[in-house]
């Protein structure tokens, strides 16, 4: 199994800034995809940005401008900054990445999310 581990969330000022991290770990082969999603309460979860291995970088238009999705690969671990937030952008962040546990195994796995807060 694949888990994820996010850590960075937390209450910040409108126009602050938050960075979020996600670790994999586990049996990994290769990942193709690891990424962020939102739920905001009454609605659904939303891609925030993901890197994706075939096609690169891929943000919400909401985002865009303001966040910034990277990735270490020799940690297994990607990073969310985000700047410039917005009341909006409260919700809980969950990361999630897809790829192969072994030659034969693919995964997909999600992280148990972290909330983010943006009040006066």
């Known amino acids: 199994q694949v888990q994820l581990v996010e850590s960075g969330g937390g209450l910040v000022q409108p126009g602050g800034s938050l960075r979020l991290s996600c670790a994999a770990s586990?049996?990994?082969?290769?990942?193709?995809?690891m990424g962020w999603h939102r739920q905001a309460p009454g609605k659904q979860r939303e891609l925030v940005a993901v890197?994706?291995?075939?096609?690169?970088?891929i943000y919400a238009d909401s985002v865009k401008g303001r966040f910034t999705i990277s990735r270490d690969n020799t940690k297994n671990t990607v990073y969310l900054q985000m700047n410039s937030l917005k009341p909006e952008d409260s919700a809980v962040y969950y990361c999630?990445?897809?790829?192969?546990?072994?030659?034969?195994?693919?995964?997909?796995?999600w992280g148990q999310g972290t909330q983010v807060t943006v009040s006066s």
């Open positions: 999630n990445a897809d790829g192969a546990a072994t030659w034969d195994t693919p995964f997909g796995s």
């Open positions: 586990g049996s990994i082969l290769r990942i193709n995809a």
């Open positions: 890197i994706r291995k075939l096609d690169g970088t």
